[in-house]
Every structure is written in C-alpha cells, then in structure tokens.
C-alpha cells in the first residue's frame, strides 16, 4: 500500500523477472540450478513462453546459451548457481565474450544477511570472477532495481559490438514482492548498427580501388545474410579474392565457398597473402597469436584496412592504416556505392584473384587427398584426413557443423568448405567441452538444420554432461568423436619443443586411451556406435541423420597422428 492508501498490485521479484524475459524475446534459459534459485524456478516453470532447459553442469548451460544465441541472434540466458556454479561456467563465458555473443548470466546468490558472513558458497568478491569476460557486471542491490538491472543488461548484451552481461541477483530480493512496474522492452533495443565517418569509408575505397593484388579476410563478425551480401558485393566489384581469417581466430565460415571470388583461408605463408597490396580486414580479429611470432601476420608492404564493430580490435596488434568503426553492413553497403557512383573501379587485371583461388584448390587437394590405399582393405587405423575425405560425400546438405575438434579443427573447415549449404561455428577460446553444449543449443536455436558437432575425444569428455540433456530433451544433434586416444595437442606442444615424443612421454601426459565413448553415450540414453573404417563411419552417419533424436559416433583415429 502506497502512502497515500493507494493499494499497489505486488508480485514477487522471480515472477516479474520472468516477464521481463518474456518481453525480450527468451525462449531458453539454460540452467544448472541450486537452492538459491528456488523462486525464479517456480515463476519460470509457470511460464507459457519460456521453457527451463535443466543441465548437470554450468559450463553446458554456458556454452548453449552461446549456441544458441550464435545460429538464433538475440539474447540467450544461462542461470547459474552461487560462486561455485559461476566458477564453473567462466570458460565457456570467455568462448562467449571472442564470438561476441549476447548471452546474459543470471548468477543466483545467497541472501544478503549471510552474504557478509561467509556464508556456505558465498564470496566477497562475485564482479571480480566475471569482469574480464563480459561488457558489464552487476550485483542488485535492492528488490526494486531487479527488472531496472537484468533489463540493462539485455540491452547492454544485445548493443554492438554485442557481448555476454553477468548480473548477481541475491536469493532474498527475487523473493520479495515488487510492484508490477516493469521497464518496456522494446523502447530499451538499442539497434547500434553503426558506420564510420564519410572521410574514412571514402579514403578506403580510394586505397581499394587503386590496388592491383587486394586481399579481403572475411571475419566472424560479418554474421548476417546483409552482411554477407554485401561483402559478395564488394568482391565483385573489385575482383578481389576472399579469404577466411586465420584458423586461430576463426568463430565461423562466412564466405559461399563456391564463389568465383572464395580463396581458402588466410595464412601468412600462402603466396596470396604475402603478396597482396591491399589487405582488408572486414570482422575480423587481427590477430590471436597462440605463441610469440617472429614475423608479423601481415604483408610487409601493404595497406591495411580494418573493419570491426568493436574499436578497441583497430590498431590492437599491428597499426591500421584506415580504421574503419562500424558493423560490416552499413559499412560495406555505403562502401559499395561509393565505389559504383564515383567509377573508381576501372577494369582490372584479375591475376590476383585466379592466381590465389588455384593456390587454395592445390592446397585443399594436398590436404584432403585420399591416401592410394584404402585402410579399411589394409587393415590399418584411420587418419584424420582421410576420416575429414569422406564426409563432403556422406553429410546431407543444409548442415550445421560445429568445429572443436582442437588439432583437428583445420581439416573439418576444409571438409566443410567442400558441402552444400553448410553453417560451420568454432571457439578460438580453447576452451575444452564448448561444442558440446554450443551444438545443442545451436540445435535448439534453429530446429530447421541438423547440427553435427566434430568432436575431439579429449573435449568430448570435458562435455559429457551434455549427454544428459540431449537425451533428455530428446536434441536431434549428432556428435562425431574423432577419437585418436590422446591429447594431440600437448603431444605436438612438446615434439615441437624437444623435437621428439618418446613413448613414455606419451604414456605419461598424452596417452587418453581406454574409454568406450559410445558405450558411455549409450549409458545416458543415447545410441552411441564405434566406427574402425570408412564404411563403418558412412553407414553411422546415414543412420543417425535418419534418427529423429541424439546420436555419437565415436570413429577411431591414429593415436600417433598429432596434428600440425
């Protein structure tokens, strides 16, 4: 009751939150819950719009969250339980802040009375654990300012450059009765698709039309259907061969592989790259670097353009001649007319553009060439490649196909630049188990794709919780384990520093073998079958994209083969 007698219609501050969810949109909220969140689960479990999506780990809510929000757009929620759930779910977050995914974490916090008093899975400092990871931190400090918090932190998630939110809501102030003064949604989207100045997208198309050996990189932030079209645009109008960005910083394919213009990736030591005049960097990082380089990643000589929503990626590693602030539509689109109207586009040579696309047709066919004999015959095990060959040819089009296969992970962009209609997302995070939880809720996120999620078997176990909901939500995603019974990449890591593995090395810090992986998929429920040949491999597939539910296929790969 107001002071002036005035009675004030109340709810309680988990049922208003749910609404305002509801108002932005959310379908999921992904969720490994704990007694602090008893409220919120009793309010979420009565709505007709959002359905609570239950996980045995936080790192699996984490990363469907950002499947989810990568294949959907819009923001996704992971509710996560006290400091020790949110401990569990910051490396799948870090995933989340590289692909600039709006994924807001709900962190449910004991009561403020015990807070002070280190009580049980209480900590002093919860913004300390998240700030490096997400766009902003908050913890409410009242029951009044929980809609006015959660709803900043959707907007702030959802505003350009988009990424993850973290906002602490202690158990007694989702309890509490609250007026029902929601703050309007749609008056709180902020659009922030945004352009630089006229004098710089200009000066760039004075330096791109002048080239003669232009290089576009296609970067993960170039994320829409506009986008895209717009970068087709500009590389017919310049000739201009298109590259991925490098495979370290790689979120996703963007380009149509089958492109007059689609020249593979980007690499330093491709002649394509190193010779280009003009480089331009249209969404994407430049760069991760995994070690120290002793050679810069870009060509010596030529003018570097660099197009990204977030200005603190501009001029990060390497100076930019032209820095270009914007999202890559807009940006591109006023570009492109610029280019057409002033005729700055004389007729060029196209040796460049034919020189780099026969470059890359050589590559990939060195890469993903069959070996002469076929080892199902010689009774040998399979080698990635050759596991990587087979699957343009068995995988229906129409696809999903996310990568966090580590070593493997260049191998399954290049199978998947061979397939029909094929959306491929990875994680330059290195964070082990994120494809897991990322294809689920990719799936979730566009029920109308199929999501094939290639797997290495030492992340496949960092994920297996995962398992658990797949089977029991019934999640149609097929995970393919490419199981070479190692962790390849240390084995690799300490070859290239010694110049030799032993065998005992190998046993001791290598060596993964002895789990039946689909014998494990089969004890949670899912069918699970173990693939030793190509046919074995090809029959697994058929079946499971004729499956209606959740499928693994464990295929056994060379335990010797550590990759690059």
């Not at 090809?538 to 550590?562: H, N, W």
């Amino acid at each position: 009751m107001s002071t002036d007698g005035t009675v004030i219609d109340m709810e309680s501050g988990a049922a208003e939150l749910v609404h305002l969810l509801e108002a932005w949109g959310v379908r999921h909220i992904f969720t490994c819950p704990g007694s602090t969140e008893a409220a919120f689960l009793k309010a979420a479990s009565a709505s007709e719009d959002i359905e609570l999506i239950l996980t045995t780990h936080e790192a699996i809510a984490v990363s469907m969250a950002d499947g989810r929000s990568r294949v959907a757009g819009g923001p996704s929620i992971a509710y996560l339980h006290a400091n020790v759930g949110l401990t569990n779910g910051l490396s799948h977050l870090f995933a989340a802040k590289l692909a600039h995914s709006p994924v807001v974490v709900l962190n449910g916090l004991k009561s403020t009375a015990i807070q002070n008093r280190g009580g049980f899975t209480t900590a002093e400092h919860m913004r300390d654990f998240v700030r490096q990871y997400v766009k902003s931190d908050w913890q409410v400090l009242s029951p009044t300012a929980v809609l006015e918090d959660v709803n900043r932190a959707l907007k702030i998630s959802t505003t350009e450059p988009q990424g993850p939110t973290w906002v602490g809501l202690s158990q007694d102030l989702l309890e509490a009765p609250v007026p029902r003064a929601r703050p309007d949604a749609e008056r709180s989207r902020v659009p922030g698709r945004t352009r630089p100045s006229r004098q710089l997208i200009e000066e760039a198309a004075r330096v791109l039309s002048a080239g003669t050996r232009v290089l576009i990189v296609a970067g993960a932030e170039a994320r829409t259907p506009e986008d895209v079209e717009e970068l087709r645009t500009l590389a017919e109008i310049l000739d201009a061969a298109v590259v991925e960005e490098d495979r370290r910083t790689a979120e996703r394919l963007v380009f149509p592989t089958g492109h007059r213009s689609y020249a593979g990736r980007y690499s330093i030591g491709r002649q394509s790259v190193s010779s280009a005049d003009v480089v331009f960097l249209v969404g994407a990082r430049s760069f991760i670097e995994f070690e120290p380089v002793a050679n810069p990643d870009l060509p010596a000589n030529a003018t570097f353009i660099h197009l990204y929503p977030d200005p603190a990626e501009l001029g990060k590693l390497y100076g930019t001649d032209i820095p270009l602030a914007g999202t890559v539509a807009e940006t591109l689109h006023e570009l492109n007319e610029i280019l057409r109207a002033s005729g700055q586009t004389p007729a060029r040579s196209t040796a460049h553009l034919e020189a780099a696309v026969e470059e890359n047709d050589r590559l990939t066919a060195t890469t993903l060439e069959r070996p002469p004999s076929t080892t199902a015959d010689a009774g040998k095990t399979l080698s990635v490649r050759e596991v990587m060959h087979s699957l343009p040819g068995t995988i229906p089009s129409g696809v999903t196909v996310i990568a966090d296969a580590i070593t493997s992970n260049g191998l399954v962009f290049l199978a998947a630049e061979q397939m029909e209609d094929v959306q491929v997302l990875a994680s330059a995070s290195g964070s082990l188990g994120w494809g897991l939880g990322a294809a689920l809720g990719a799936q979730l996120g566009d029920p109308n794709r199929r999501v094939l999620a290639v797997l290495g078997d030492g992340g496949f176990q960092f994920g297996l919780p995962g398992l658990w909901t797949a089977a029991r939500y019934d999640i149609p995603t097929i995970f393919l384990v490419i199981n070479n019974q190692s962790y390849a990449a240390v084995g690799a890591a300490v070859r290239r520093f010694a110049g030799t593995l032993t065998d005992d090395e190998r046993a001791s810090f290598v060596d993964l073998s002895g789990a039946d992986l689909a014998a494990i998929a089969n004890g949670f429920g899912i069918p699970g079958v173990r693939a030793r040949t190509l046919s074995e491999l090809g029959e697994a597939l058929r079946e499971a994209f004729e499956r209606s539910g959740p499928s693994v296929i464990e295929v056994m790969t060379d335990p010797v083969d550590l990759g690059p």
